[in-house]
């Protein structure tokens, strides 16, 4: 089954910088789409950013132009760069992909994973 590993999160004084990495392992075929989601104390979880197969980006309002998103398509690795952070970017992110797993005698299964979720604190 695909399986996702994510690392990067921990304890930032605001204005610093965190860079979050998610590994995906498993009998994969292909990735639609990889995307970190985050969900704050008390609120729904939300996309941050998303990355598709063709390399196009989107983002949420609350992070453009603080937050970039890369992957490593050759790894199955994403990455979100987090600059500028803000008290406000306090949450737990997740990583999340969407894509082909390689099925054996049963073919191919469209699979939509998700993380056990990395936690981001932005305090002085």
């Known amino acids: 089954q695909v399986q996702l590993v994510e690392s990067g999160g921990g304890l930032v004084q605001p204005g610093g910088s965190l860079r979050l990495s998610c590994a995906a392992s498993g009998r994969i075929f292909s990735t639609v789409a990889m995307a970190w989601y985050r969900q704050a104390p008390g609120k729904q979880r939300e996309l941050a950013a998303r990355?598709?197969?063709?390399?196009?980006?989107n983002y949420a309002d609350s992070v453009k132009g603080r937050f970039t998103i890369s992957r490593d398509q050759a790894k199955n690795m994403v990455y979100l760069q987090m600059n500028s952070l803000k008290p406000e970017d306090t949450a737990v992110y997740y990583c999340?992909?969407?894509?082909?797993?390689?099925?054996?005698?049963?073919?191919?299964?469209?699979?939509?994973?998700w993380g056990q979720g990395t936690l981001v604190t932005v305090s002085s």
């Open positions: 999340y992909f969407e894509g082909t797993e390689i099925g054996g005698p049963d073919g191919y299964k469209y699979r939509q994973v």
């Open positions: 990355i598709m197969s063709g390399s196009s980006t």
